[in-house]
């Protein structure tokens, strides 16, 4: 089993959906919980950054963190085709302490 | 305000061949870490340098080495290249002393490996 699993994809919706993405953690130990956007050819870019539980805010994403469960979702409300990019979600233990990456999945916005 | 930038960004190898890439962390950061992303895979953790030192190591053979210069910049080098080794190389830089703190990669180098 992975340390981090992310749902597979691509995922396709049209522009102005409500789009939910989701990871699940196995390691106990992780604490800081992040989601990362990856245009293509390009490196990726920090979108949200997390310590406890519960749920944070930026504009149109959401950023939500449930440890007793160890599930880590990213929403993002009137998406735009801007928003078509691979998302990776990432946790690590504390400071200076490697990243885990998920697999990453790719989300397409249609006009 | 400079970013994390790599170089080159694009080269091809063959098998056996050895290859060095280089970094520049953003300005004010000391701290640089490796991950090396495949194709459809998330970035995974190769090693971390801070005070040129490597500090932490990911699951990845002796053929993967750095180092770290006095101006904080960092170079990977891998050799005996394996067709496997093919993948977009990502340098992340932080400053260590930042609890949590946040990780900025660079655009990445895409090796080929024939």
């Known amino acids: 089993q992975k340390e981090v699993e992310q749902d597979p994809g691509p995922l396709s919706v049209p522009e102005g959906a409500i789009v939910s993405l989701n990871c699940t953690y196995s390691?106990?130990?992780?604490?800081?919980f992040m989601w990362y956007r990856q245009y293509s050819r390009k490196g990726p870019e920090l979108l949200m950054y997390?310590?406890?539980?519960g749920n944070k805010e930026d504009g149109r994403f959401t950023a939500q963190v449930d440890k007793s469960s160890k599930y880590i979702s990213l929403f993002i409300r009137d998406s735009q085709p801007s928003d078509s990019a691979t998302y990776l979600c990432?946790?690590?233990?504390?400071?200076?302490?490697?990243?885990?990456f998920g697999k990453g999945i790719t989300l397409s916005v249609r006009p | 305000d400079a970013g994390v930038t790599q170089s080159p960004t694009h080269l091809i190898k063959t098998r056996g061949q050895q290859v060095t890439l280089r970094c520049s962390p953003k300005?004010?950061?000391?701290?640089v870490s490796w991950y090396q992303q495949a194709l459809g895979q998330g970035p995974q953790f190769i090693f971390q340098?801070?005070?040129?030192?490597?500090?932490q190591r990911g699951n990845f053979p002796d053929r993967f080495s750095g180092h770290q210069f006095p101006n904080y910049s960092s170079e990977l080098n891998v050799n005996a290249l394996l067709l496997g080794d093919s993948a977009l190389y990502l340098c992340?830089?932080?400053?260590?002393?930042?609890?949590?703190?946040?990780?900025?990669f660079g655009e990445g180098s895409r090796l080929t490996v024939l």
């Open positions: 992340a830089s932080s400053l260590f002393l930042d609890n949590p703190g946040e990780l900025f």
């Open positions: 390691n106990s130990a992780f604490q800081y």
């Open positions: 997390t310590y406890s539980s």
């Open positions: 990432a946790t690590h233990t504390g400071a200076n302490s490697k990243l885990t």
């Open positions: 300005s004010g950061h000391d701290t």
């Open positions: 340098y801070y005070e040129e030192e490597e500090r």
